[in-house]
């Protein structure tokens, strides 16, 4: 009897171990995971974003652009939107200007930044003769690349986010022979990756993730192609080739110059003109053509000088809500 009690006691015990240990680690830790609200956040916020997003894409741009001036309102004056940061970045930027110019430059960037928004937006369904009407690639443009093309050079695009470089790579792809692949840093939201990936493809261009930038282009090599970089966004501090850039130290992304003279390509600087709104034209000139002729960092030398003038041209284009400058020399 005493045997058989031990032996009751100790197969309860051990029954409420089981149950226990099971209700850990076989129920308890997935149902804790089900019920995360980072578990499912994306794809809500995703499908409740969609119908909004294809409605704004169905307008007509008269209708997008008085959309985008209440934007403008919301963003300027309601909330303010990284407010702080760009008048600095502008003031940093331009110490020449008093600070009424430098309030016309801010407020002209949120108009173009609302802009540029819809019209992102737009691409969805925006059909390919509409796109290549409202992002035309200049004659002399085309000639660069079609010379390229007669001798089955491949080339490297330094852009910058200045204009509209969403409709640039759209309109490229539909008006050169090359093949467009734009380096991309997936968004962390899948959903809402999936679909500004629906969006740059639209007009047939190519999408390679930054990671896989040099694999991808020596896999690609064989075939006609042109690679966008934009490449104006802050680069690791010890990674990155630093120079002078609007008046201040700035680290500058060294991938153009070391993929160019790793793959012997010629280097193509290109740009964009705001003609007025809804419109634009893209200008291009060869930066070099032989990367490996000069030394290094001059390339991207080059590039940084190209695309201050631009900026200095039409500074209210440029993506002055970023954080440019947040790494300091050492």
């Known amino acids: 009897m005493e045997n058989s009690s031990l032996c009751k006691r100790g197969t309860n015990k051990n029954s409420r171990t089981i149950f226990k240990s099971t209700a850990n680690f ?66 940093n930027s331009f110490p020449e200007k008093s600070d009424k110019e430098i309030k016309i430059i801010q407020k002209s960037f949120y108009k173009h930044f609302c802009d540029f928004f819809v019209e992102t937006v737009k691409m969805l369904t925006l059909s390919k003769k509409e796109t290549i009407k409202r992002c035309k690639i200049t004659p002399e443009t085309s000639a660069i690349y079609s010379r390229f093309a007669g001798e089955h050079k491949n080339v490297i695009i330094a852009m910058g986010h200045f204009g509209n470089w969403e409709w640039a790579c759209n309109a490229f792809n539909a008006q050169t022979e090359q093949q467009l692949y734009v380096i991309y840093h997936p968004l962390s939201n899948k959903y809402f990756d999936e679909l500004m990936h629906k969006i740059r493809t639209r007009n047939g261009a190519k999408l390679i993730a930054m990671k896989d930038t040099y694999r991808e282009m020596i896999m690609n090599k064989e075939n006609l192609n042109a690679t966008a970089f934009l490449s104006d966004q802050t680069p690791q501090p010890q990674h990155a080739y630093w120079t002078t850039f609007l008046n201040q130290d700035t680290p500058v992304f060294k991938g153009v110059e070391v993929i160019a003279k790793k793959m012997k390509l010629p280097v193509v600087f290109s740009s964009m003109r705001k003609v007025k709104r809804g419109y634009y034209e893209m200008i291009s000139e060869v930066l070099i053509e032989d990367p490996e002729s000069v030394n290094n960092d001059e390339v991207s030398e080059m590039y940084i000088r190209k695309l201050e003038q631009d900026i200095k041209i039409q500074p209210e284009i440029w993506l002055w809500s970023h954080k440019r400058w947040k790494h300091k020399r050492a």
Do not use: C, H, M
């Open 26 to 91: 076989q129920w308890d830790l997935p149902i804790r995971k089900i019920i995360q609200p980072k578990s499912f956040l994306p794809a809500v916020t995703y499908y409740l974003v969609l119908p909004i997003v294809y409605l704004l894409s169905i307008l007509p741009f008269k209708l997008l652009y008085l959309f985008s001036d209440f934007l403008y309102f919301i963003l300027y004056y309601v909330i303010g939107y990284r407010k702080k940061i760009i008048e600095q970045n502008l003031k």
